[in-house]
């Protein structure tokens, strides 16, 4: 527990609560393994997790029952407000133990309802992340941490209602699952922030404290409306009761923990949990109150006449979640009280009753009532359980559920609605009397009755094991409904926790005397009892009336959002390149223009150059050039003669303004990037068609215009004016020379300031180089080197020597002096203009001129090292005189530099940065080389021989016959 | 001069943006070198236009121009090189591979008319 050290406000049981809640996310990295052990085994140590984290619980229990809030605190993202706390008061230790304690139940009972073919350890996996994400929810006490969890247990539950992928239904049940709780968890998020932010904080025990302020706030209904809409989606209210049902496409064990316990109550526990916040305004009792009411009645009056076993359960759910939500909407205390109370029961009955619905179909391999019946003499074991759990949903006394459902109607006689004081207790009495019936059915209509012959299976009680569960959780039914007294004390404390007051005054007894819900349940079970007689004739009359199918519904509408998506998905981005960069410029010119008309233009605070003659000039040719460049795209060589006048403008410009390194790099990238295009102009067309249709090319040229208007209007803007903030260039001026040693600020800004920029820049080069060279590999390997392979070499030859004379010749002379102003421009660099980068570029030139007269084989076979190597020296050098820095004892690549006098030659200076600086240099060369190479590999693919001599006409050569010696 | 420069950005960027919504991959290739410019001069300007004062410190001289753009652009131009060698080996390996250099990959495309060589 060392994570516990450090922090504030906690005792020692404190510390176990990130443990708690750790601890299933924690083991559900064994079920998975384990499962190779064994399904027991597996089981086991799914087990194992859940009992230490309910031992852990169980041991901060007493304090909790005393009235503390423990509580754990770790900062994690504290500037957002998000923070690893966690509070564990008398709800939190409630829902806690219902998570924790059900669910081991639930890891027994799947041990035994799990068939050989269903994969055990994924199951666990998926049960113990859902287990963990649910404990996470009640032990959290900050709201956004909440959010996380909330939507874990989302994705989780997702994992266990699509457990059997196979069936259409499960995969079905759990999008909708998703579907439905993942928005509305996206609608909380939004809740909860607002309510955060009214707060003034995200820790739910200052929210708690703040209802005055919360209540005041204009804020507070789009926030109430926005909680509830997670609430509701995730406690199946209506009108998003339709995915609960849909939800039984899953295992049993899945439905018996998701509806009764878990899943399902997160959206109670967190209306409980905010409950003394919201609760008590008139919106808070109109919209959760009447949505409870409503889903009650709706829940009960369905489940009635649902044949499927687990359709009942389910609907019987969403009647009790009903039930419960109208108790907290109603805002007293006493109701609250009772909600808190009947959470209990309904989760000891409702699990017991999903788990005995799962042993029905287990052993009769059918669910559907109407072949089910006299079930009582074959299965005495399941019949006596399901008797007691069913018995009390009903709410029969002597056991919990009649405790409950008395406290319920005893609040909603007292409550009045719009002024009406009959309609609440009516509704609620009527839904009580629903519950009744349809609880009496699964006892009548599944296990009395004669018994029949045609059960799909030979029925029979299952192994200890698989009744076990259910038969724990009937104890508890009846000694809660026995003996209240026992269930106070949680009552009490988790009560207590909801109200965040003081309680009111109450006993949980069997005996209240004769009072007005005395009546109300009365009524409730004789009606119910004359209900379930009639079942019949209401069932047909239920068949033949049309109703709304809420799949059918859903089904529709989430074909028609993914038609609407998909035809905007595709209206942009369909795969064409063009569409997709038009889309994006015009996304891009939007945007600007929404931030353009959003702000104001700043008057002109900078003195404009004035135009000379000069500039002037470059300005008329590069317009003119660009012009042409669009105007005669078509003819490609032109095309690329004007983007060399472009270029070299550009590179004039550079000069004009001050920047000679750029100058220098830009001239140089530009024969290179010229060479390459000419090179892969021998292999591609050298016209492009007239294709798009004139109107696609004014639409092309309206964006483009635009496109140009707003750049240059950007850039004008941002020239007249002056920088807003003070700029770091004037401390890289005045510490270039002082500490990185060097008078030329761009070369000692790129190789020391920013030379972990240049650094990765190098690499990324190196990079861009061999992927050209794997893609060249690739080609050449597959259909376009076949087809290169039997090139046409008559076809695209043009007139003239392929290694002229005068070339070869020129080249030849001009290689040292190239290599030599190459080596000047690198040694200067630090302090005039030059440098790495600019050198390699000029070497690379140097060593293309011998490619272009001889031919880049003949060359190349004379070259010792491969490109390959110099891109990794380079690269390695680069990082050796970084690491040498550790060796000093300073951060990476930190550069030192100094003065050597020797006697002749002038004082000169060394630095790490020329190392750096070399290591930059053989990068650039290493890549252009192997780019350049990549390319002319293609050429040799044409069957272009490789020429044994230099030159094709060499007056020196006695047998010179004019043609290269590997001829054509 | 400033409007010069800044027209002169917009031009390179229209023609760029133009070239770019073209149908075949050479035009495309063109028009992002031709972006590449723009946009390495309009990072460039960010550090406002000064004549005559290269960054190069020199004894007595005050008014240097700003250095840091320079040295991002110097890196820049280098890398659009490196991007601008990979699309056109990317353009010719898809010529060669299916005999068609357009660069929208739709039902109706030319490609693999000719079948294999």
């Known amino acids: 527990m060392d994570e516990t050290g450090g922090t504030t406000h906690m005792d020692t049981a404190g510390g176990f609560l990130p443990i708690i809640a750790a601890l299933p996310f924690f083991g559900a990295l064994f079920p998975g393994l384990m499962i190779q052990a064994g399904r027991n085994t597996c089981a086991a140590f799914t087990a194992a997790p859940t009992i230490l984290a309910l031992v852990l619980l169980l041991l901060c229990a007493p304090a909790v029952m005393h009235g503390e809030v423990l509580q754990f605190q770790l900062p994690w993202l504290p500037k957002l407000g998000l923070n690893v706390n966690f509070m564990l008061d008398g709800l939190g230790l409630l829902f806690a133990g219902l998570i924790l304690g059900i669910g081991l139940l639930i890891i027994l009972y799947a041990r035994f309802y799990l068939s050989r073919e269903d994969p055990m350890g994924q199951f666990y996996t998926y049960l113990l992340l859902f287990q963990g994400a649910m404990v996470g929810i009640v032990l959290s006490d900050n709201i956004l941490l909440l959010l996380v969890f909330w939507e874990l247990t989302s994705l989780s539950s997702f994992l266990l209602i699509g457990y059997w992928k196979h069936l259409p239904e499960g995969r079905q049940g759990a999008r909708m699952a998703l579907t ?8 909380m998020i939004a809740g909860m922030l607002i309510l955060g932010n009214i707060a003034g904080s995200y820790d739910l025990s200052v929210i708690l404290t703040q209802k005055e302020a919360i209540q005041a706030d204009p804020m507070y209904l789009p926030a109430l409306l926005l909680i509830l809409a997670g609430c509701f989606t995730k406690s199946a209210q209506f009108p998003f009761h339709f995915w609960l049902p849909h939800a039984m496409a899953a295992p049993t064990p899945v439905s018996a923990y998701l509806h009764s316990a878990t899943m399902v109550k997160a959206g109670l526990f967190l209306m409980a949990r905010m409950w003394p916040v919201l609760a008590g305004t008139p919106e808070w009792f109109y919209i959760v109150a009447t949505t409870g009411l409503i889903t009650m009645l709706i829940g009960a009056k369905i489940a009635l006449f649902k044949d499927d076993l687990k359709a009942l359960l389910a609907f019987s759910t969403v009647s009790h979640l009903g039930l419960i939500t109208m108790l907290l909407g109603f805002g007293t205390k006493m109701a609250a009280v009772a909600a808190v109370f009947h959470i209990i029961n309904h989760a000891t009955f409702k699990a017991a009753l999903f788990m005995s619905a799962g042993i029905v179909d287990h052993e009769t391999h059918t669910r559907d009532i109407k072949r089910l019946g006299g079930l009582r003499h074959l299965m005495p074991i399941t019949f006596v359980i399901v008797t007691f759990a069913a018995l009390s949903m009903a709410g029969i006394p002597l056991l919990n559920g009649f405790l409950s459902k008395e406290m319920m109607l005893e609040e909603a006689a007292h409550t009045v609605w719009q002024g009406n004081q009959w309609i609440v207790p009516t509704l609620a009495t009527l839904g009580a009397l629903f519950s009744v019936a349809y609880s009496f059915r699964y006892i009548v209509h599944v296990f009395w009755g004669p018994v029949r012959d045609d059960y799909p299976s030979k029925p029979h009680d299952p192994g200890f094991g698989m009744w076990a569960a259910p038969a724990f959780l009937v104890v508890l039914v009846v000694a809660i409904g026995v003996a209240p007294f026992l269930a106070e004390p949680l009552v009490r404390a988790s009560a207590g926790a909801v ?10 007894k069997i005996w209240h005397g004769v009072t007005p819900a005395l009546f109300l349940s009365a009524a409730a079970v004789l009606g119910g009892a004359i ?3 009639l079942h019949a004739p209401l069932m047909r009359h239920w068949l033949a009336t049309p109703r709304p199918e809420a799949k059918t519904m859903f089904d529709g509408l989430t074909r028609a959002a993914t038609r609407a998506s998909r035809a905007f998905t595709n209206g942009v981005h369909n795969g064409a390149l063009t569409r997709n960069g038009a889309t994006f410029t015009v996304t891009v010119l939007a945007a600007g223009w929404l931030a353009w008309a959003g702000g104001e233009t700043l008057p002109a605070t900078r003195e404009m150059l004035p135009i000379t003659a000069l500039p002037a000039i470059g300005w008329l040719l590069l317009i003119v050039a660009t012009v042409g460049l669009v105007a005669f795209h078509r003819n490609r060589f032109l095309a690329l003669m004007l983007m060399g006048i472009v270029g070299l403008i550009v590179s004039l410009g550079f000069v004009y303004f001050s920047a000679p390194d750029l100058a220098l790099t830009q001239i140089s990238v530009e024969v290179v990037t010229i060479i390459l295009l000419l090179l892969a102009l021998n292999f591609i067309p050298r016209t492009t068609p007239v294709e798009s249709s004139p109107a696609r090319r004014m639409r092309d040229a309206a964006i483009a215009i635009a ?12 020239l007249i004016s002056d920088f807003a903030f003070e700029s770091i260039s004037a401390f890289h001026l005045a510490n270039s020379y002082k500490g990185g040693g060097g008078t030329n600020v761009v070369n000692v800004i790129l190789v020391d300031f920013r030379g972990f920029d240049t650094y990765g820049e190098i690499i990324v080069l190196g990079i861009a180089a061999l992927v050209i060279f794997a893609l060249t590999d690739t080609v050449l390997k597959g259909r376009g080197g076949r087809w290169l392979a039997n090139w046409d070499q008559d076809k695209y030859r043009a007139a003239g020597d392929r290694h002229p004379l005068m070339m070869v010749v020129a080249t030849r002379v001009m290689m040292p002096i190239a290599l030599m102003v190459g080596a000047f421009i690198f040694l200067r660099g630090h302090n005039e203009p030059g440098g790495g980068f600019i050198a390699g570029l000029i070497v690379a030139i140097a060593f293309l001129m011998q490619y272009m007269a001889s031919g880049f084989a003949w060359a190349e076979s004379r ?4 490109y390959h190597a110099t891109i990794g020296v380079g690269v390695l050098i680069a990082s050796l005189t970084g690491l040498g820095a550790w060796l000093a004892g300073k951060p990476f690549l930190t550069s030192a530099y100094g003065y050597i006098h020797l006697p002749p030659i002038e004082e000169f200076e060394w630095a790490t940065a020329m190392a750096f600086d070399t290591g930059v240099f053989l990068t650039v060369v290493g890549a252009v080389m192997l780019a350049l190479n990549s390319l002319s590999s293609m050429a040799r693919r044409t069957g272009e021989t490789v020429n044994i001599f230099p030159m094709d006409i060499n007056p020196a050569r006695a047998d010179a016959d004019g043609t290269d010696e590997g001829g054509k | 001069m400033e409007m010069l420069l800044a027209s002169a950005i917009g031009g390179l960027s229209a023609a760029g943006i133009y070239l770019m919504l073209r149908l075949r991959s050479f035009p495309v290739i063109i028009g992002i070198s031709l972006l590449s410019y723009a946009v390495n001069l309009f990072l460039f300007a960010t550090g406002r236009l000064v004549v005559n004062a290269p960054p190069v410190l020199r004894k ?22 490196g991007m601008t060698a990979v699309i056109v080996i990317m353009a010719l390996g898809s010529y060669l591979s299916s005999r068609s250099d357009t660069v929208n990959i739709t039902a109706d495309t030319p490609a693999e008319q000719e079948g294999e060589a």
């Open chain 1, 180 to 187: 439905v709780t993942g928005t509305g968890g996206l609608a």
């Open chain 1, 499 to 508: 109200i965040g007051g003081a309680l009111p005054e109450f006993h949980l």
């Open chain 1, 531 to 533: 209900l379930l007689a």
């Open chain 1, 707 to 718: 496109g140009g208007v707003a750049v240059t209007g950007l850039t004008y803007a941002i």
């Open chain 1, 863 to 866: 070259q010792r090292v491969t």
């Open chain 2, 60 to 81: 007595g001289v005050e008014t240097y121009s700003d250095p840091l753009p320079q040295a991002l652009v110097l890196t820049a131009i280098v890398i659009s090189f």
